[in-house]
């Protein structure tokens, strides 16, 4: 299956891809099926189960639904005009659904948070019910979050299940690392060139440049708004933001003659930081690929452009793309959902696509950027999703500043190198999926486990 970088970086809010975004985007899809009805509904009721009914407070998945039955969606939403809209749902208790009048929904009792056992198709897994006036159901959908914004129905969830399709009209449908590699050889395009080739199959007349300029302007944002924040993030752990004054203290140091040479690092740390301080105080964020690992990717791309000799625009865009096409390849052949495989598919993921994006970025062969894919992925092995109190802030915000070290760290391993390796990049992305089958629930965003029920503050 083809997934555009369009696809992998997405436009939307905080704190969650898979738990705010794929509620709301839900949500908006079932308000379309609403006006398929012949008659008015008399009310709606929506139900949330498995890792979204564990986590969905902290996620704000409740107010995700509500925001998407509203007519919101991620990528439009302004998040400052967020609470007024949820305070006058509570206070009218009424929808204005597509196609009808007013059709009643209260938050209080027409959400429920379902602690039972999740259903059949994933972890994330939602039931929407339009009702008439005696509790008949007249319309009833199931999706799934799926992680990284994508939300799937029950058919297009055993579609997705029965494998990568083939069917992608592009020139270049790899489905596998070693398909990429063996295309690579075939056509002599460098894996940047052969994923722009594809892009451009599948979006004819769009200004790929400009797009890709966009996503990274509207990372860079993200970034700023993190990094010229102080105070303390909602949900009520008293987490203080601190990339702002890291920030600061490593600005005013700039010029000293003695610094130490990890401070690198530091840098790198408070770009990923900044990120994810924003995405936990739900403002604007770009999947990369999902929320929780949404700050990993830019880290590492403004790494490259502050940092590293000769970086440029065209290394920028080189980056996103590469960076997406490892990317589609975890997705299609194993999960970037925390709830399905923990965080190993998040940020483990993410890693993945940046130590691959900054090596083809400076000049590494295809061999080379699939090499630093795979090492970065697979010291991420086994890491589990164990949220404090449902909100990805702890282990989260950390979490990401390691992801992006990791990250140069495998990406210079691999340029050290030839390309050749002992273990190769869809070996390592199989056994993460079996590693995520295996994991049990309560280390796979629950918060039912690990970190999430020995940490003090809980």
């Known amino acids: 299956m083809f997934l555009s970088v369009l696809d992998i970086f997405k436009i939307g809010i905080g704190p969650s891809s898979s738990h705010t975004m794929g509620p709301m985007v839900a949500a908006e899809r079932f308000l379309t099926d609403l006006a398929t009805l012949d008659g008015p509904p008399a009310r709606i009721r929506v139900s949330l189960h498995g890792s ?83 509790g008949a159901c007249l319309l009833r959908r199931v999706y799934y979050s799926i992680g990284g914004g994508f939300v799937a ?83 009520g752990l008293s987490v203080k933001r601190r ?24 840098w790198l740390s408070v770009y990923a930081m900044a990120v994810n301080e924003e995405n936990a105080a739900g403002g604007r964020i770009v999947t990369a690929p ?7 990717v830019p880290a590492v791309i403004r790494y490259y452009l502050d940092h590293c000799i000769g970086a440029g625009p065209a290394g920028l865009r080189t980056f996103l793309l590469v960076a997406a096409a490892i990317g589609g ?26 130590a691959a994006g900054l090596a083809a970025a400076l000049g590494a062969t295809n061999e080379q950027v699939e090499n630093a894919a795979e090492i970065a992925l697979e010291h991420h092995l086994g890491m589990t999703c164990d949220p404090i109190g449902g909100l990805v802030q702890v282990p989260c915000i950390e979490r990401n500043a390691l992801g992006a070290i990791k990250a140069v760290t495998a990406s210079s391993l691999a340029l050290r190198g030839d390309g050749k390796h002992f273990v190769a990049l869809d070996h390592c992305i199989e056994t993460m999926r079996q590693t995520g089958l295996d994991m049990n629930e309560k280390y796979k965003e629950t918060s039912t486990g690990g970190l999430a029920v020995n940490a003090p503050a809980c």
């Open 290 to 296: 999902t929320n929780g690992a949404a700050g990993v």
């Open 243 to 266: 990339a702002s004054s890291i920030y600061e203290k490593l600005r005013s140091e700039q010029g000293q003659n003695a610094l130490q040479p990890h401070r690198l690092m530091d």
């Open 52 to 134: 979204l009914a564990f986590t969905g407070k902290g996620h704000a998945s409740d107010q995700a639904v509500m925001l998407g039955l509203c007519g919101e969606t991620p990528d439009r939403i302004d998040p400052d005009a967020a609470p007024a809209i949820l305070a006058e749902l509570a206070e009218k208790k009424r929808l204005l659904a597509p196609g009808h009048e007013e059709v009643a929904f209260d938050p209080e009792a027409d959400l429920v948070f379902d602690y039972g056992p999740p259903l059949p198709g994933h972890a994330n897994g939602m039931i929407f019910q339009a009702l008439d006036e005696n």
């Open 329 to 354: 390849i975890i997705k299609c052949n194993a999960s970037i959902s925390g709830a399905e495989v923990g965080c190993q598919g998040e940020v483990g993921s993410a890693s993945a696509m940046a």
């Open 153 to 235: 129905d029950e058919g297009e969830l055993s579609n997705l299940t029965a494998g990568p399709a083939r069917s992608d009209p592009v020139p270049y449908p790899f489905a596998s690392a070693r398909e990429m590699l063996e295309m690579g050889r075939q056509s002599g395009l460098s894996i940047a060139e052969m994923k722009r080739a594809n892009e451009q199959a599948r979006h004819p007349g769009l200004d790929l440049d400009a797009a890709l300029d966009h996503i990274w302007d509207a990372m860079s944002r993200c970034m700023e708004r993190g990094l010229g924040q102080a105070g303390t993030l909602p949900g």
